[in-house]
């Protein structure tokens, strides 16, 4: 008879916020899956909990996932666990929960703290629709260009970021995003958690004002205002709109640029495709 494998959340920070079901179903498998061993470790032996411990992250999830689910179908249940919060959300196990189902094993979650949804419960922001859209791209025209696709999106959008990259991402957010509210969950369930609200370029101005920034980020940004006005007509379309008033083709391109907060060469990459 196959095992079954659990997906287990576990905190992001506090470590009283794992569940009871969590530690019962961590004392009783058979192997743990785990996106760090070393992190894993320190939670385990926290609670006082030994047990085989295999790696499964980014690099090796893909050879892996066959032999835990060669073991999965042997008969041994596997809790899969990332670094902190519920696996699968920006982390590896997509691919694992994927095969399991493929071969005919039960798969469990077992529920538990997430960044996402914690920082949406204390932002102040409308929680009857969100979208969570994990972490921003790395480059600046990457997320302008994912930043101006959701630009019109009527809900609550979600994203992680890294310290590193923060103050250039709100550089982003304030030229798509204009004066949009945005807030900042920074260390949530941590010692120095602190929220952050303002516009981007408020609260880059007082990120930048610090000695380093530290701490790992989920920013917040608020759906558009009833009196903010939005043009979600598509790049392209604005463009060629353009074009048919006469406007020559550059010249259209950089009117389109400046208006949606983009550099010439995306807008041009985005007409080009």
């Given at each position: 008879?196959?095992?079954t494998?659990y ?9 009283e ?6 530690l019962?179903v961590?004392k ?6 785990c996106?760090?061993t ?29 032999e835990?689910v060669e ?15 519920t ?15 493929a ?21 102040g922001?409308?929680?009857?629709a ?7 791209p ?5 997320r ?22 923060i ?9 798509v ?8 969950a ?5 010692l120095h958690?602190?929220?952050?609200r ?10 930048a004002e610090?000695p ?27 463009v060629?709109?353009?074009e048919?008033q006469g ?6 391109i ?20």
């Amino acid at each position: 008879m196959a095992g079954t494998l659990y997906i287990v959340a576990t905190p992001i920070g506090n470590l009283e916020d794992i569940t009871l079901r969590a530690l019962r179903v961590l004392k009783e498998a058979d192997l743990i899956a785990c996106e760090d061993t070393r992190q894993t470790h320190k939670l385990l032996a926290h609670f006082g909990i030994s047990k085989p411990m295999v790696s499964y992250h980014e690099h090796n999830e893909a050879a892996r996932t066959a032999e835990l689910v060669e073991k999965l179908q042997a008969g041994a249940n596997v809790a899969l666990v990332s670094d902190a919060g519920t696996p699968l959300l920006s982390d590896p196990g997509y691919r694992l929960v994927n095969a399991a189902i493929a071969s005919n094993v039960t798969v469990v979650p077992i529920p538990g703290p997430a960044a996402a949804i914690t920082a949406l419960a204390a932002a102040g922001l409308a929680t009857d629709a969100f979208r969570f859209c994990g972490f921003l791209p790395p480059k600046s025209s990457q997320r302008r260009r994912l930043l101006e696709e959701l630009r019109s999106e009527s809900c609550t959008l979600i994203f992680y970021e890294t310290p590193h990259r923060i103050l250039d991402a709100l550089e982003d957010v304030a030229a798509v995003m204009s004066n949009r509210k945005v807030v900042l969950a920074r260390e949530l369930t941590k010692l120095h958690e602190e929220f952050l609200r303002g516009t981007a370029s408020e609260l880059r101005a007082q990120l930048a004002e610090r000695p380093s920034v530290k701490g790992e980020f989920t920013v917040l940004i608020a759906k558009p205002d009833a009196s903010e006005e939005t043009d979600d007509t598509p790049v392209e379309e604005a463009v060629q709109a353009l074009e048919d008033q006469g406007v020559a083709r550059m010249d259209a391109i950089k009117q389109v640029a400046k208006a949606r907060g983009l550099s010439k060469s995306e807008v041009y990459r985005l007409v080009a495709k």
